[in-house]
């Protein structure tokens, strides 16, 4: 089976969207828990197939941000659509946009009583419903693409954070998406085990998945992005190929956060 | 068997110890259905009261106010009251208000037998603690497990039968325990509606063959070794569902 085969959506979302639109696009959200507005009107639009990171100061609402695209964050106003489907939508099929769009945490969040084919296994057999033969297949081929073959009946527990972080990742793309989003997925590895899990995104990227990654990895972001976006206090304060970002920020809180981190 | 009943009428004779319940066929076949009914009185309480909490810590979660005030006032009132109470409220407070129906005879009867109430009594009365015990293994499950969970395009009930439910039970087990060790020993209870059961049957022998003292030491013994059967089930199912590298499973 061939890569394509194992990560490519099974079917073509019936939204009327088509590849030449945005697949993700973001139109002036805003979103405040309680008195805090922690996004202030951010806006931006990711195509099929390209790589966006999203950097910024702790706090400055990236986790929110992209919480907001698979709907584990309610927005307050605005608009993000993913492949034509409105997010913010009351009547929004929660389902037909979780099997769009992938997430990986920081915390990896595996589900700890269940090996790590288990894991991959779960949601297409017990969410989609899928053939559970079918998806043994698909889930061995998956962790083998994340080199963990042989790890297949080990618990999360006996895992070491890099390979429970790929298990993750495997876990998600066993449903198809067609979005994966990254929420700081190396922030909470051994430096040792960052590298093997960013050469498994990196290998995704390259495969033409769509990625919208937050992360602190100023060098992965460079080799890797097609676009940066720094965030600050609820606003994308500056954006850029990330050639042109790195090597002329503009705006002075850019120039500050990239002389703290590298 | 005639020469171990002989064996015991010798016992009783030479040291007083009066086991009519392995030497008497009458006293032994009623002791055994006693035994017989403890166990079912106990089998289906304790699964009921099982099914009962993990419903009731599912609509304890509920984003429907009413469901919840259901559950909590259900808690309340069966934590709180005496559980004889509870017994007597449903066979003689709230039986004689319930329909009647037509047995096998044609005769009218009451919706329920007095076996049927001890069971819904006693497992409502155990059901309330287990709701409250399986909340506390829900909560110790971590926000974010359940986050990632949901992107994966569970449902509410997705994420509590197949993630929230099996890690909570592991968490709460030692508590259910406990809770069901105390349910096998207050079906005791459904002796004053004269079920059948082991501390009931006892009476009867007792009564007829003149041997407290010794029926009073069968059924200490009797409990002993019931509550250590239970007690065993329970740590074999606690290790069956012990995790590697997780919590105490971590430990093998
Ligand atoms: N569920 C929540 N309830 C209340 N405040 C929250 C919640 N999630 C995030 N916040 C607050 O929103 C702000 C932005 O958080 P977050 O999006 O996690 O930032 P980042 O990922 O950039 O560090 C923080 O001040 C955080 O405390
Ligand atoms: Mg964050």
């Given at each position: 089976m061939g890569a394509d085969a194992l990560t490519s959506p099974a079917s073509p979302a019936a939204t009327g969207w088509t590849p030449d639109q945005p697949i993700v696009s973001i139109r002036d959200v805003r979103k405040s828990f309680g008195a805090v507005e922690v996004l202030k009107g951010v806006s931006f639009d990711v195509r099929k197939g390209e790589v966006i990171c999203v950097i910024g100061p702790s706090g400055s609402g990236k986790s929110t941000l992209i919480r907001c695209v698979n709907a584990l964050v309610g927005i307050d106003s605005g608009s993000i659509t993913v492949a034509g489907r409105e997010v913010n939508d009351p009547k929004l099929d929660k389902l037909a946009l979780r099997r769009t769009v992938g997430m990986v945490f920081q915390q990896y969040n595996l589900f700890p009583?269940?090996?790590?084919?288990?894991?991959?296994?779960?949601a297409p057999v017990q969410v989609l419903k899928q053939d559970k033969r079918e998806v043994e297949a698909r889930a061995r081929a998956l962790l083998a693409k994340v080199r963990l073959s042989g790890k297949e009946d080990a618990y999360p527990g006996e895992l070491s954070g890099g390979q429970q972080q790929r298990v993750a990742i495997a876990r998600s793309l066993a449903m198809r998406p067609e979005v994966m989003l990254f929420d700081e997925v190396t922030a909470a590895l051994d430096p040792e085990t960052v590298k093997e899990v960013l050469v498994t995104i990196r290998e995704?990227?390259?495969?033409?998945?769509?990625?919208?990654?937050?992360?602190?990895?100023?060098?992965?972001?460079?080799?890797?992005?097609d676009h940066i976006y720094f965030t600050d206090r609820g606003v994308i304060v500056e954006h850029g190929p990330p050639a042109e970002f790195f090597a002329a920020p503009k705006d002075e809180r850019t120039r500050a956060f990239l002389g703290q981190i590298l | 068997m005639d020469a171990l009943a002989e064996w015991f009428r010798?016992?009783?004779?030479?040291?007083?110890?009066?086991l009519t319940i392995v030497y008497d066929a009458y006293d032994r076949q009623r002791f055994v259905s006693g035994l017989g009914m403890t166990i079912y009185l106990s089998t289906a309480s304790v699964l009921i009261s099982?099914?009962?909490?993990?419903?009731?810590?599912?609509?304890?979660?509920?984003?429907?106010?009413?469901?919840?005030?259901?559950v909590n006032g259900f808690v309340v009132v069966f934590r709180n009251t005496p559980p004889l109470v509870q017994i007597f409220f449903f066979y003689f407070g709230l039986s004689p208000l319930l329909p009647y129906v037509e047995d096998m005879d044609g005769m009218r009867a009451p919706l329920f037998s007095n076996v049927q109430w001890a069971i819904i009594s006693l497992s409502l009365f155990a059901g309330a603690f287990n709701v409250e015990i399986f909340r506390s293994g829900i909560e110790a499950v971590p926000r974010s497990t359940i986050e990632?969970?949901?992107s994966l395009g569970y449902g509410r009930l997705g994420v509590y039968l197949h993630v929230v439910l099996p890690l909570a039970l592991r968490v709460c087990l030692p508590a259910l325990n406990n809770n069901l060790v105390n349910l096998l020993k207050t079906t005791t209870l459904a002796y004053a509606i004269a079920v059948p059961e082991t501390l009931y049957v006892s009476k009867q022998i007792w009564t007829d063959s003149q041997n407290v003292p010794t029926m009073m030491i069968v059924l200490l013994l009797v409990y002993v070794g019931l509550v250590g059967v239970?007690?065993?089930i329970m740590h074999r199912w606690e290790r069956r569902l012990a995790i590697p590298g997780y919590g105490q499973g971590a430990a093998r």
């Open positions: 009583h269940r090996t790590a084919l288990q894991n991959v296994m779960m995704l990227a390259e495969e033409g998945m769509t990625c919208i990654l937050v992360t602190h990895e100023m060098g992965f972001a460079r080799s890797l992005a | 010798t016992l009783y004779e030479t040291t007083g110890v009066n099982i099914v009962i909490g993990a419903v009731g810590a599912w609509a304890q979660g509920s984003p429907l106010r009413l469901l919840r005030g259901l990632a969970v949901e239970l007690v065993w």
